[in-house]
């Protein structure tokens, strides 16, 4: 179950992709937790002023901060998810793995969202509320990601943003569906140099249409063709790494590009290129003082799932607020919220991945020898 080799072969050269992405000496935790402060910057504006709101960037760029939040996290994704299955002994340890730092916290997450602050919230009597089965699928539909459910009950009916308790959810879905493209790809033995084409050019196959009949408007909407591209990008860099050299020289070129193309048809294209390459160049940029917040721990992804109803809430006790209000009243409840969630949640439940390595080198195992009857 491999997707290639590092082997002598490789291009012998300290900055090649293949070389440094070895151990856990990366910034891949503190690009997420940037990554993630921004999607709460960002979402504090349609939050506190409506849905018509222009976020961060926008103008400039046609992306709020939080869109290119999320395009780091999915590239982040395409790379590391590849990496875990390449390493995993089966699907059922990739599995687990994906189970274990997702979905655990999201169930905490989803409880407070509709026991804590919808309760706290809600105009609607509170045992009534508390009772409803509609309060109880708010935590199951979402934990699952059968089907989406944003509102509850006489839950912030009356914000500017209203209904929606946890709009940043949204992406988890297609996060997994991605995971179930991994494994299938990797299954059938396309995640190798010379036949990953054939999986690019089934993925094209998909997105060229729906990216030509759909227009901009999939691009800065909640779509898979808007997300899926970060991560297909992600996977294809892993796959190549030991012939990608990391050069910020590259990198920069890349976003001049973007900027030349920024009225064009296909920038959204190099956007997704540029995007990914920029991000293993900033996971891989060996600074001992970057390096240090690997000590702190992961919040990232406890800032994603607690900062929307974080600040609707605020929004429904203080309104009106601005954008830059909310984001300094958000910001610490959501961070203390995010430490709470690793160190008593995420952190000892991503212990529990060491029981199903055992239980599958001890399944794996050779049977011991036995000595013949004399």
């Known amino acids: 179950m491999r997707f290639g080799r590092d082997g002598g072969s490789m291009i012998a050269s300290a900055k090649t992709l293949g070389v440094v992405a070895h151990g856990r000496d990366n910034n891949f935790n503190l690009i997420r937790m940037i990554a993630a402060c ?29 869109a290119f939040g999320v395009m780091a996290f999915f590239s982040i994704s395409g790379f590391l998810i590849s990496q875990s299955y390449d390493r995993s002994r089966s699907p059922s340890s990739f599995w687990a793995a994906r189970a274990l730092r997702l979905l655990p916290a999201l169930f905490v997450a989803l409880v407070v969202d509709a026991y804590v602050i919808g309760l706290w919230a809600t105009t609607a009597p509170k045992l009534a509320y508390f009772f409803k089965p509609y309060t109880a699928t ?21 914000n500017p943003f209203p209904t929606w308790v946890n709009g940043s959810l949204w992406t988890l879905r297609y996060e997994v569906i991605c995971y179930a493209a991994t494994m299938l ?11 990953f084409p054939l999986f690019l050019a089934v993925f094209l196959a998909w997105y060229v249409p729906a990216r030509i009949t759909g227009g901009d408007g999939l691009i800065v909407t909640a779509s898979p063709v808007y997300l899926a591209p970060f991560f297909a990008a992600g996977m294809t860099l892993y796959i190549y790494r030991r012939w990608i050299p990391l050069n910020w020289l590259i990198a920069a070129l890349g976003v001049v590009l973007c900027i030349l193309m920024r009225r064009t048809p296909v920038y959204f294209e190099f956007l997704v290129v540029t ?7 900033l996971a891989f940029a060996r600074s001992p003082f970057l390096l240090r917040y690997n000590r702190l721990g992961d919040y990232s992804y406890g800032i994603y799932i607690y900062a929307f109803p974080v600040q609707q809430a605020i929004v429904h006790f203080l309104k009106p607020i601005s954008p830059f209000g909310l984001t300094a009243l958000a910001f610490p409840i959501t961070i203390a ?18 029981i199903f390595r055992r239980r599958e080198a ?3 195992a050779p049977p011991l020898a036995v000595a013949p009857e004399t």
């Open 138 to 158: 708010f935590v199951l539909s979402n934990v699952s990601m059968l089907w989406d459910q944003y509102a509850l009950w006489g839950v912030f009916r009356d």
């Open 275 to 281: 995007c990914a390459y920029t991000t293993m160049c």
């Open 337 to 354: 919220l995010a430490v709470v969630s690793w160190h008593f949640i995420e952190r000892p439940t991503l212990s529990m991945k060491r």
């Open 185 to 195: 790809c990797g299954f059938i033995g396309l995640y190798r140099e010379r036949l």
């Open 38 to 66: 921004g999607v709460l910057v960002s979402h504090c504006f349609p939050i506190a002023l409506g849905g018509q709101a222009i976020e961060p960037l926008m103008r400039a760029t046609r992306f709020s901060l939080g």
């Open 362 to 364: 001890a399944l794996s």
